[in-house]
């Protein structure tokens, strides 16, 4: 299964725009780029996904790179709430997108 | 909808003993999952059940039996416990190929 790389954390502050990029260099033509995030003690919750295009939602905005290898999560206008942990994910689903591979992920700071 | 719920909350064990996380999700989904994540990392996928009746490993199933009861609900087993798997135990489900929903993680402390 493909994985990604992010950076371990970023700082933003709040009501600034934040985009956290997501390397997938070895991703395969079947597999979908996922965003969760995971608030302090809590489960991880869906953000977004997409496969080529790029995507918004009430949440976030999903910026995908021409050739796929890179993808950046963007925050319009951070919120103090919007500090957690964020995982880019892929999920292969010509298999059926179960195996899928949570890494670290990136750690957002938000600053008031 | 209540979603996905995981019990107990939480669980203190001693080692060797045995106890079986429960899961059961109210979104008709296919399939099911169980995550451990271990201080300070991401999550693995010890066991998932991609459909009721079937059950396959993940990354780390050693120590770990599963059972899909029904298509509601998904249960995760240590037989003999171990310090190692103290971690938080997340259960997901999903419907095909869409986006996971998680509960809210079962909190195992093994002594």
């Known amino acids: 299964d493909a994985k990604t790389t992010q950076p371990n954390s970023m700082e933003s502050n709040e009501e600034e725009p934040v985009h956290l990029p997501c390397n997938h260099s070895?991703?395969?033509?079947?597999?979908?780029i996922h965003w969760y995030r995971q608030l302090p003690s809590q489960g991880p919750e869906y953000v977004i996904h997409?496969?080529?295009s790029n995507v918004n939602n009430r949440m976030a905005s999903l910026a995908i790179a021409e050739d796929r290898k890179s993808s950046t999560l963007i925050l319009h206008r951070a919120t103090l709430r919007d500090a957690a942990v964020y995982y880019c994910?892929?999920?292969?689903?010509?298999?059926?997108?179960?195996?899928?591979?949570f890494g670290a992920g990136t750690r957002l700071f938000v600053k008031a | 909808n209540a979603g996905v719920t995981q019990t107990p909350k939480f669980q203190v064990l001693k080692t060797g003993q045995s106890m079986t996380l429960q899961c059961a999700q109210d979104?008709?989904?296919?399939?099911m999952y169980w995550y451990r994540q271990d201080p300070g990392m991401g999550l693995r996928l010890i066991y998932y059940?991609?459909?009721?009746?079937?059950?396959d490993k993940g990354e780390v199933p050693n120590g770990y039996n599963v059972s899909r009861l029904n298509k509601r609900e998904f249960s995760l087993r240590l037989e003999s416990a171990a310090p190692s798997q103290t971690s938080v135990y997340f259960c997901?489900?999903?419907?095909?190929?869409?986006?996971?929903?998680f509960g809210p993680g079962t909190r195992l402390t093994v002594t």
């Open positions: 997901a489900s999903s419907a095909p190929g869409s986006e996971q929903y």
């Open positions: 070895t991703i395969s033509g079947t597999d979908y």
């Open positions: 997409g496969l080529t």
């Open positions: 994910i892929l999920r292969a689903l010509n298999t059926g997108g179960f195996k899928t591979i």
């Open positions: 979104m008709n989904h296919n399939s």
């Open positions: 059940s991609a459909s009721e009746g079937t059950t």
